[in-house]
């Protein structure tokens, strides 16, 4: 057989049955679902008088929706608490397995998922959210679909798909200190654009994604999505193995041996061709921040806010236009000078326990400035709040003035009580700076945890590697 | 869902690249578990003056006048013409919902992201990619002509044009098979049945762990 990328390895493992037109049936590992994206779906089931195919390969958890303070009181918000309870009944109904809101492991999908081991290399993995392009970190195929697709998958365990191009965006070098995964995100994103990735899985290789932990590579496979790619991935090596043993979803005695084994040919072979390379140079990158309303409007904390006037064509010269207008941004304003509001660490990006360590190693023994209104840290499931707390970091947190928040998707998305109001301006370690993401008329700037705790300290953006 | 075959519709233009979902339906819509009523909250922020939130009465809120979508001429449209990777961001299905709600049945842009294009065709909405300089031609045309409209006709793959003009465009034979029929994917899969058993089966084998 010729040379293989990983993404050959995992499609080919993975069909059913392919059409002459290429149009596939895909075999599905692990669904993941949340309150969001599946009552319509368990509904469709519902009315087909259907039952799921494999329920033992579903794992549900509430996160878009659920407060982050005072939870013990309930949601508040009656159609948000509708809609949690109605993730719980259908769970429930079909016996599928679900960290409820008031469970220790509850917490972001994207977050439990690799935390308790369910998400496994080789898999192919869904769920309806686009970020699910997390768990292509374990070496598995993982992607977002839409409520008519959770429905099928629940149904049929198959997906209709046909195979998407291949791109290795290669990393090499070191990164600097004060750079993260993050970084390389935005960095990615920032070089090949929103819709670079469009039509393409894309693969992370190179020895600065080797050197990565499972924490950050899945903070750069969450954002292949924002460069387009409805996968990301990564080979898997012992940092894969070390983090998934002993998890509770993981297997174990003979039948660990066995996929470990399997699971160290989940590499692209050494000649396998890609249909498109992206290289980037680990060196060079430096911390970014976003300064516009899409993820590729991105520049380093060296940068300034561009002039749409040296955009390169009509189409992007209104992007940029408009992007400056909603942001209350002036042309040529250094980033280093943007002053903050608020302040959000936390989301299927950046809410793992790293992540925690990093943002509190910045803002230890100090305190969030006075023009700051508000700082909240949010972790991204139960476990990670509680490891954080054996470890003091909540205290470093409270004492700094930030608020440490119980888990969920919270102020990502805005879809619970933590949002912006019109017009402030946020540094947040999410994915998306889009127009009212974080709250009608909210200003986004994506950043990494420790720029965000940085910025917190200092009332603006700061240069973390000189810290 | 609904079939797809011909349309005659009149065309809006909205013209800027990078069309997010949360754009197309913001986030508070999606506490919603149901599948219809979107459309009153299509574009939401940019259609209305005010803030919406879900089970507000629409017909008593402020249009935004500067919005596209509010200017009378594109009334009743059915056509939205858009530019480089329309629907990008969040999975969200209710994107194409509030679309197809609205009285859309055709999107045409250069490019698509891929899980807003995937999901229009499970919503008997056509996406249709024609090139960047043909798109520019129909902002264009569509700006200097009030009741510019398009005819599309998914069997034969063409737009025409009202100066009689063709232009071709692609679809997979699997989903124009789905949308002019007006099928579901479930039914078609399950036609498969033993093929899934068998890989199944097979699957478990090689890899027992997955099903401890």
Redesign the interface.
């Known amino acids: 057989m010729s040379a293989q990328t990983l993404y050959d390895k995992l499609w080919n493992s993975h069909v059913v049955q392919q059409d002459a037109d290429g149009t596939a049936l895909i075999y599905i590992d692990r669904q993941l679902v949340h309150e969001v994206t599946s009552p319509q779906a368990f509904e469709g089931l519902k009315l087909a008088h259907r039952k799921p195919w494999r329920t033992a390969s579903m794992l549900a958890t509430p996160d878009h929706n659920v407060p982050t303070t005072n939870r013990s009181g309930g949601i508040a918000d009656p159609i948000s608490r509708l809609q949690v309870e109605t993730l719980d009944a259908n769970c429930a109904e079909f016996g599928v397995v679900e960290f409820k809101m008031n469970d220790i492991r509850q917490g972001i999908v994207h977050v439990i998922g690799p935390e308790q081991g369910a998400t496994l290399p080789g898999m192919t993995v869904v769920c309806g959210d686009s970020h699910t392009s997390t768990h292509g970190a374990f070496a598995a195929l993982a992607h977002g679909i839409g409520t008519s697709e959770v429905e099928h998958v629940m149904a049929t365990q198959c997906l209709v798909a046909k195979k998407s191009k291949a791109m290795l965006v290669k990393v090499e070098g070191a990164l600097g200190h004060g750079v993260t995964a993050k970084d390389i995100a935005l960095a990615v994103v920032g070089k090949i654009g929103t819709a670079g990735g469009t039509g393409y899985a894309i693969e992370f290789g190179g020895s600065a994604i080797r050197a990565l932990s499972m924490e950050g590579r899945m903070t750069l496979c969450n954002m292949a999505i924002e460069a387009g790619a409805r996968a990301g991935m990564v080979a898997a090596d012992e940092t894969t193995f070390t983090y998934i043993k002993g998890r509770p979803f993981a297997p174990q005695g003979e039948n660990w041996d066995k996929a470990v084994a399997y699971w160290k040919t989940l590499h692209s072979d050494a000649s396998a061709a890609f249909d498109a390379v992206v290289e980037l140079d680990a060196a060079t990158i430096r911390p970014q921040v976003t300064w516009g309303t899409s993820p590729e409007m991105v520049t380093s904390i060296d940068g300034r806010v561009p002039d749409p006037v040296s955009a390169p064509d009509a189409v992007k010269r209104g992007d940029w236009e408009r992007a400056l207008a909603y942001m209350g941004l002036t042309a040529n304003t250094p980033i280093s000078e943007i002053q903050i509001d608020k302040v959000f660490i936390g989301s299927c990006t950046n809410g793992r326990i790293e992540d925690m360590r990093a943002a509190a190693a910045v803002a230890k023994g100090k305190k969030i400035a006075t023009n700051v209104k508000l700082a909240m840290v949010v972790p991204g499931s139960g476990l990670v709040k509680a490891q954080a707390e054996k470890e003091g970091l909540d205290k470093i947190f409270i004492e700094a003035g930030f608020e440490w928040r119980d888990p969920g998707c919270s102020m990502c998305l805005a879809m619970n009580d933590d949002r912006l109001e019109p017009g402030e301006r946020c540094a947040a370690t999410s994915n998306r700076n889009f127009e009212g993401r974080q709250g009608q008329g909210g200003r986004t700037h994506l950043v990494s945890p420790e720029m965000a705790a940085a910025a917190a300290i200092a009332g603006h953006f700061v240069d973390v590697s000189k810290l | 869902m609904r079939k797809f075959t011909l349309l005659d519709g009149l065309v809006v233009p909205l013209?800027?690249?990078?069309v997010?979902t949360?754009?197309i339906i913001?986030?508070?819509f999606?506490?919603?578990?149901?599948?219809s009523g979107f459309g009153p909250n299509a574009f939401d922020?940019w259609r209305y003056l005010d803030?919406g939130e879900?089970?507000m009465d629409n017909s008593k809120r402020s249009p935004n006048p500067d919005f596209v979508l509010n200017q009378p001429r594109y009334q009743g449209a059915q056509v939205l013409l858009a530019?480089?990777?329309f629907g990008?961001?969040?999975?969200?299905?209710h994107a194409?919902w509030a679309l197809e709600d609205y009285g859309f049945r055709v999107i045409i842009a250069p490019?698509?992201?891929?899980?807003f294009f995937?999901?229009c065709f499970?919503?008997g909405l056509l996406p249709i990619k024609l090139d960047a300089d043909k798109v520019d031609a129909l902002f264009n045309a569509v700006e200097a002509n009030n009741g510019y409209k398009l005819k599309v006709d998914l069997e034969q793959q063409t737009i025409t044009l009202p100066d009689g003009t063709v232009y071709k465009f692609d679809v997979?034979?699997?989903r124009k098979h789905c949308l002019l029929n007006g099928l579901?994917?479930?039914g078609l899969?399950?036609q498969?049945v033993d093929?899934?058993k068998a890989?199944?089966e097979k699957?478990r084998a090689?890899?027992?762990?997955?099903?401890?």
């Open positions: 013209d800027r690249a990078n997010d949360d754009a913001p986030k508070q999606l506490k919603s578990i149901k599948r922020e803030h879900p089970g530019r480089e990777n990008c961001g969040s999975s969200r299905e194409p490019s698509f992201a891929d899980i995937n999901n499970k919503n997979d034979a699997h579901d994917d479930i899969t399950l498969h093929d899934i890989f199944e699957h090689a890899q027992p762990w997955l099903y401890a």
